[in-house]
């Protein structure tokens, strides 16, 4: 039987909501209003992905490309606007996994929480590369491996050498950091957050200063998708890989919820206000910024992307300064991204759902953290990293990899919220006064399942822009490595399922069997 959720739940009464679930409170309740949002946006990061694909984005598809940031918004704030009514709900570590097992079969959330685990180690190695983009273009020091020519470039061979040398060292900042402590793990994101928004406001107003053409440049191609089947369109389609870069990882605040208080208030707001600061900001700084680049034609655009954009315009001194502004933005959002990792494998641990499940779901008595989920993301992030080193186009897969191995998850919820929709079993009649859709809840929940599978086809389709031709596991690297994970997973399942020495889904900490 679910918990009931119709009761109100009383500011202070939250490890008393969470016993109705059969969870015990062992992570430290600490998170307000401002950290909630703060870990939902420090995921999304403007600084980090629009610094970090802003090149790809416009030498795909010209200016005009700046169209797919408006469509996959909304897009995904269907997405958002589901998972808010999910978070009023369902106030639990894990997020997507413990959506998904509430109103879905088993095996979709299993598949849920093991895809969307893997999707996070993925997405945590592809913006650790990101600093490579950012830091030797501050100072060559940086350039560990190669020289100037490499700088800022992952293209390279020595470019993607030092790329991975670079991530090495944040994701073991970052590992330290989640092994602390939430206490600790929220100062620094909030603070880097704080800084990410003054800089992103700052450096708009400074570009304003310097507008050199209208707005009429968003509709400039310059030739891009010419000679193609699908002409402009095609070219589009490869461009959006971007915008869906950036707009992922707002539902970090659900997956915080035992760590926030009043979760059933503060994490549905958080979720919808990271997604629309982020859409406000991305989308104004890239306006102005084309707007304001002396040469709107310049190679550079395409190839250093913001980075260049900026000192180009606003000088090296000034481009400087916002750069390292940049880089402390990837360094939250990486450790955002590992924090959701480590929450979600706490999460099917303590289920069950896991092997090695009982050393998984330990909490540490004294940081109040899940200790050994850190350090497990933290290795196999730092594995994923050196097993790519010197791979010059692994940039770009581990990206396009990352954004699809959350797009299923996202839509193993979106989906059967769907089904219950049509069924009439959704909103329950005891919803409570937790976010609601209301009417709009059938239209905003079909365009998130349609929006959602034809991103997912899209971001896989075997493209040579993306992935290459010299070998077929490279261009098909997607697909293959989709399916292979999805594989891993039935397997891990069904042994999970039938065996019982595999330890079977139950709750390792709490006293209630685990609702699949």
Not at 54 to 66: L, M, Q, R
Not at 283 to 302: D, F, H, P, S
Not at 362 to 384: D, E, H, K, M, N
Not at 388 to 399: K, S, V
Request: hydrophobic residues 50%; proline residues 5%.
């Amino acid at each position: 039987m679910r918990p009931d959720t119709t009761s109100a739940v009383r500011p202070g009464d939250d490890t008393h909501d969470l016993a109705r679930f059969g969870y015990k409170q062992e992570l430290e309740r600490s998170l307000g209003s401002f950290s909630s949002f703060a870990a939902g946006f420090s995921y999304i990061s403007i600084m980090t992905g629009v610094f970090q694909l802003f090149g790809f984005g416009f030498a795909s598809g010209g200016p005009a490309f700046i169209w797919s940031w408006p469509l996959i918004f909304l897009g995904q704030l269907c997405v958002a606007l589901c998972f808010a009514e999910m978070a009023g709900q369902y106030p639990l570590a894990g997020g997507v996994y413990q959506w998904s097992k509430q109103i879905a079969r088993p095996v979709t959330s299993w598949m849920a929480g093991w895809i969307m685990a893997v999707g996070a180690v993925v997405t945590a190695a592809a913006v650790a590369v990101a600093y490579q983009v950012i830091l030797p273009q501050v100072s060559l020091a940086f350039q560990i491996v190669g020289g100037a020519a490499d700088a800022g470039q992952t293209a390279t061979p020595n470019g993607a050498k030092n790329a991975i040398l670079l991530g090495l060292g944040l994701v073991v900042f970052t590992t330290v950091v989640n092994m602390v402590g939430v206490r600790l793990m929220a100062k620094i994101n909030n603070i880097g957050v704080a800084v990410e928004l003054t800089a992103v406001t700052l450096l708009i107003v400074m570009l304003a200063v310097h507008i050199r053409r209208g707005p009429q440049v968003v509709l400039q191609t310059q030739g891009a998708g010419a000679g193609t089947s699908l002409g402009y369109l095609g070219a589009f389609m490869i461009a959006s890989i971007m915008s869906a870069y950036v707009f992922y990882g707002f539902d970090t605040a659900g997956a915080l919820a035992e760590e926030t208080r009043e979760p059933r208030r503060h994490a549905p707001r958080a979720i919808l206000r990271a997604i629309t600061a982020a859409f406000v900001a991305g989308g104004l700084l890239m306006l102005v910024g084309m707007m304001a680049v002396g040469n709107i034609k310049a190679q550079e655009l395409g190839t250093l992307g913001m980075p260049y954009l900026i000192k180009s315009t606003l000088g090296n001194g000034l481009g400087d300064v916002f750069l390292v502004c940049s880089a402390i933005a990837v360094t939250v959002c990486c450790l955002a991204v590992q924090t959701a990792a480590i929450r979600l494998v706490f999460a099917m641990a303590r289920d069950g759902r896991l092997p090695f499940g009982r050393a998984l779901s330990q909490v540490s008595p004294r940081s109040r953290t899940p200790v050994v989920p850190a350090l497990l993301t933290g290795v196999l992030t730092i594995v994923l990293l050196l097993v790519n080193i010197g791979n010059q186009r692994a940039f770009y897969i581990l990206t396009s990899v990352a954004i699809i191995l959350f797009y299923i998850p996202y839509l193993m919820v979106t989906a059967p919220m769907l089904l219950r929709r049509l069924r009439g079993d959704w909103p329950a009649p005891g919803h409570g006064p937790w976010f609601n859709l209301g009417r709009w809840g059938l239209p905003v929940n079909l365009v998130a399942v349609v929006y959602g599978a034809a991103m997912t086809v899209n971001l896989a389709w075997p493209r040579p822009e993306v992935y290459g031709t010299d070998h077929w596991y490279y261009q098909w690297g997607a697909i293959v490595f989709t399916a292979v994970i999805v594989a891993v997973g039935l397997g891990l399942y069904l042994r999970y399922r039938r065996g019982t020495a595999a330890n079977p889904a139950a709750p390792v900490v709490a006293g209630q069997p685990a609702e699949g």
